[in-house]
Nanobody
């Protein structure tokens, strides 16, 4: 069983930056495909980014492409999301997710493809 704990959320002004972290335990991190999703009240969870098990392949949702960067440190079992040029519409609860899969990262864009989820961290971008 994999446990995921997000951190790094907070309040930031539009145009600013923030880095989220997701610490994993209870599994072999280097074998997991990892992803970030976000959700606002009343809406479905939205795909943000995904990264392959050894970090060679990354994939981004259209709304964050060019502004967000996903990365991972397998030695520390930590997933990151560096967010830049933040906009008020980026305000959401951000979740990290893990999957024990051999599927391509490009297909890991829906919630049902992931096996484990963190509790989420709130990001609020003020205008």
């Amino acid at each position: 069983q994999v446990q995921l704990v997000e951190s790094g959320g907070g309040l930031v002004q539009a145009g600013g930056s923030l880095r989220l972290s997701c610490a994993a335990s209870g599994g072999t991190f280097s074998r997991l495909v990892m992803g970030w999703f976000r959700q606002v009240p009343g809406k479905e969870r939205e795909f943000v980014a995904a990264i392959s098990s050894i970090g060679l392949t990354k994939y981004y949702g259209d709304s964050v492409k060019g502004r967000f960067t996903i990365s991972r440190d397998n030695a520390k079992a930590v997933l990151y999301l560096q967010m830049s040029s933040l906009k008020p519409e980026d305000t959401a609860v951000y979740y990290c997710a893990a999957a024990e899969t051999s599927r391509s990262v490009l297909s890991m864009t829906t919630t049902r493809t992931y096996d484990y989820w963190g509790q989420g961290t709130q990001v609020t971008v003020s205008s």
